[in-house]
């Protein structure tokens, strides 16, 4: 999209701080934030209105309102996490040597995270993107483009606001925002749900309570006194 890479720190650390939870500290420093991404003017003047619409949201509206629709969007569905080995990896256990590898490049370039943050979170990965120069920045947001654009996709069809955050990182990267096909998928809450207390099991899998539970009854032989007949 862009033919020569934008060096855009400022932005960039709008974005992760966007994609962070929306406490106190990030509403009081909204006219700051806003006044960074007007200043750089490193995106298209229509993305700008969208993140500022959405930081003035995050300013004004209801803080209970607005930290449970946070909650809600990125911590109860998969195809809206922003844990980028979560798209790729899943469960697995490449998950956790990819994790180390990518702290071992934030720490090569000077980067430390504390110990509550994740290193595969995008708001971090934007983070370090911001610190350093214009090719190397877009470069390394190109490699995970493919996640970006799937989370943008997964929050166009919630129509949320949040997706412009999504869309900037995308064009920072030089890349377009386009929407790709994602499939379904259930709510984290009905993914990760428990099987009833009690409800019974059957070598098919998990049976529920009103179904036919089968039975095996199996006779109980008595042992053998010493003497008797075989």
Known sequence: ???KPTHAPYSLRVLAALLRYPDAA??????ELQQALRA?????AARLDE???????LHRDDPFAVEADFVDLFDRGR???LLLFEHIHGDSRDRGPAMVDLQQTYERAGLYLTASELPDHLAVVLEFASTQPAREARDFLQEIAHVVRAIFSALKRRQSPYASVLAAALELAGERAERVDIPPEPELDEAWAEPEAFGGC??????RPEQPQPIHIVRKHSPQQPGAQA
């Open 1 to 3: 999209m862009f033919n």
């Open 26 to 31: 990030l509403r009081a420093a909204v006219p």
């Open 40 to 44: 750089e003017a490193a995106l298209p």
């Open 51 to 57: 993140l500022c619409a959405l930081l003035e949201h």
């Open 79 to 81: 195809g809206t996490s």
């Open 202 to 207: 059957s070598t098919a899998g998990q049976s």
